[in-house]
């Protein structure tokens, strides 16, 4: 995987990434937007609006930056305004959101655990009962037939009681409770503390998590891959290395005795050196650069590397001008002495000269 394929991956990555807690953030905007009415027609209007916030939530960060880097004041103190305002709406709309999710919750945990207590209760009750009937027995107070009989019915309605108890207690079962539903808050039990107010610190964090990821997300990736723009200076060309030719081979003769050859002198390499770019005068770059540009207000401005190209353009090859220090020293001063209100300036990572225009006419 190369760099730029492995840099695309982890920025694809990011977008999913922040793409879903954008959605998650949306739709607690539109349940906030929702909640403010309850006819069902307004329902709908409002939860659009406020969905819509949250969309320019995400998008004024870019007019927020862009405006700051083009010097435009009052759009960024705008734009800064607008982004506050959405921003703290979305913040409250998430914060609801989680909160009633989370009380939700634990008011259903509260429900299924006063079931099984109550359950609970009933069959200590039941078994109470239970033991006491089973030591009680009506005597007869006297021996007519009446007293018998009564005591006899007496009897006979405690065990049917005593019976009915005991199979109610080996027929019960507990109440139909999942663990789901006991499930409570590990933050609150660990600190022992109260649930509501755990649950509102919960949905204050989570929300400003939320908000922040979502509304500043995608500004992140998008300034991550923004290459930096570099100058870099023009490779010298290549040192040529003169040497003289090899010298010729004598055939050989038909003479049994050949006469002493002077030896072969070969002359060394010699390392031609580069020969130094001629600078352009002063008053050519001056005159090129008053051809084509112009003095302006503060507000206009020209990137520094157009105003090389454009020279470059008109000029030789071992004049143009391709290092740092020359346009330094150079071009820039020429460009400089345009007007009063020519400067050189950073801004976004790019160097701009203030105060410049191009002229129409060389534009056209």
């Known amino acids: 995987m190369t760099h730029t394929t492995h840099g695309r991956f982890w920025a694809a990555i990011g977008f999913l990434a922040f793409g879903s807690l954008w959605l998650v ?8 937007g929702t909640a403010l009415s309850q006819d069902e027609a307004t329902q709908v209007v409002l939860g659009a609006a406020s969905l819509s916030i949250d969309i320019a939530k995400a998008v004024l960060i870019f007019a927020l930056v862009a405006a700051w880097h083009n010097r435009r004041l009052g759009v960024a103190i705008v734009s800064g305004l607008l982004l506050t305002l959405c921003f703290v709406w979305s913040y409250r709309a998430a914060t609801n959101f989680a909160w009633a999710a989370l009380m939700e919750a634990e008011a259903q945990a509260q429900r299924a655990e006063q079931v099984l207590e109550g359950a609970a209760v009933a069959q200590d009750l039941k078994s109470k009962r239970a033991a006491f009937l089973a030591q009680q027995k009506t005597v007869p107070t006297g021996k007519s037939n009446g007293s018998v009989r009564l005591a006899l019915e007496a009897n006979t309605a405690t065990a049917t009681e005593f019976k009915s108890l005991i199979r109610d207690l080996e027929t019960s079962r507990p109440p139909d409770v999942s663990q789901q539903m006991l499930r409570r808050d590990a933050v609150a039990k660990l600190l022992e503390a109260d649930p509501g107010k755990t649950a509102l610190a919960t949905s204050l964090f989570f929300a400003a998590l939320l908000e922040l990821a979502s509304g500043f997300g995608f500004w992140v990736i998008a300034e991550a891959r923004r290459r930096r723009q570099v100058v870099i200076e023009a490779p010298a060309p290549a040192v040529a290395l003169q040497a003289d030719p090899a010298p010729a081979l004598v055939p050989p003769t038909l003479e049994t005795q050949k006469a002493p ?9 010699v390392l031609q050196p580069r020969a130094a770019p001629v600078a352009p005068p002063p008053n050519e770059i001056e005159a090129l650069v008053a051809k084509f540009y112009e003095a302006a207000d503060a507000q206009s401005r020209v990137l520094l590397t157009s105003i090389v190209g454009t020279v470059n353009a008109h000029l030789d090859e071992p004049k143009k001008i391709s290092s740092p220090t020359r346009t330094s020293t150079v071009l820039v001063p020429a460009v400089e002495r345009l007007g009063p209100q020519t400067q050189r300036v950073r801004a976004g990572g790019k160097v701009w000269i203030q105060g410049v225009k191009a002229k129409e006419e060389q534009a056209a």
Not at 25 to 32: D, T, V
Not at 261 to 269: D, E, G
């Open 25 to 32: 953030s949306a739709a607690a905007n539109f349940h906030a």
């Open 261 to 269: 050859s002077a030896p072969v002198q070969r002359q060394k390499r």
